[in-house]
């Protein structure tokens, strides 16, 4: 069974500081997707990551996937505190059409 | 253009009745998903339906159903609801299958159980 794990589960950073999530998975997959999720809200979209070696950037956040490893990292780049919220990456098992998600990581950016 | 729409918004229900959730596409849209979100927790995976037919399902008892009809939109039923069932029901769509597409959610229906 396809298990996607994220770590930290829990950041809490200064804002200004740069640091990485990350989202491994457990079987063979060429896509993986980002979300944001604000409390009580529902889910954003922010990466989509078609293929090996994908690498995507909106304003300070970065994404990038590696299949052979299995892993995906989400890179925050002098954070600030609007950054705040849960992020979840998922995965599309191949050809099942099921999309698992990771267990979420909650970013805190500190004043 | 109107994102996913889902309702009711809020639900509440107690052990051994039946709900139904509804939640219409981005226009255009083919796709819809389900998940559900407990508290804390990342979504999990309940069905997929592309052009009207369910494409996935997820590892969720026969309780749970869902229908696509030909406009695109979308009912999730859960029967002899449990408590356990409490959580926030989320629908997304996409253009194509889901694989290798964005999927758009909807602000979900949290469903009470009590």
């Known amino acids: 069974e396809l298990k996607v794990e994220q770590n930290p589960l829990f950041l809490s950073m200064q804002e200004g500081k740069n640091y990485t999530i990350y989202c491994n998975y457990s079987t063979t997959s060429d896509r993986l997707y980002w979300y944001r999720q604000d409390p009580g809200k529902s889910l954003e979209s922010l990466f989509v990551?078609?293929?090996?070696?994908a690498v995507k950037q909106e304003g300070r956040l970065m994404a990038s996937l590696d299949t052979k490893a299995r892993l995906s990292t989400l890179h925050i780049t002098a954070a600030v505190h609007d950054l705040s919220a849960t992020y979840f990456c998922?995965?599309?098992?191949?050809?099942?059409?099921?999309?698992?998600f990771g267990t979420g990581t909650r970013l805190k950016v500190l004043a | 253009d109107a994102g996913v729409t889902q309702s009711p918004t809020h639900l509440i229900k107690t052990r051994g009745q039946h709900v139904t959730l509804r939640c219409s596409p981005i226009s255009g849209h083919k796709s819809v998903s389900w998940y559900q979100q407990v508290l804390g927790q990342g979504p999990q995976f309940i069905f997929q339906?592309?052009?009207?037919?369910?494409?996935g399902r997820g590892n969720f008892p026969d309780r749970f159903s869902a229908r696509q009809f030909p406009n695109y939109s979308s009912e999730l039923n859960v029967n002899a609801l449990l408590l356990g069932d409490s959580a926030l029901y989320l629908c997304?769509?996409?253009?194509?299958?889901?694989?290798?597409?964005?999927?758009?959610f909807g602000p979900g229906t949290r469903l009470t159980v009590l």
């Open positions: 339906y592309y052009e009207k037919e369910e494409r």
């Open positions: 998922a995965v599309d098992e191949d050809r099942t059409y099921k999309y698992i």
């Open positions: 997304a769509s996409s253009h194509g299958p889901a694989g290798g597409d964005t999927q758009y």
């Open positions: 990551l078609l293929s090996n070696g």
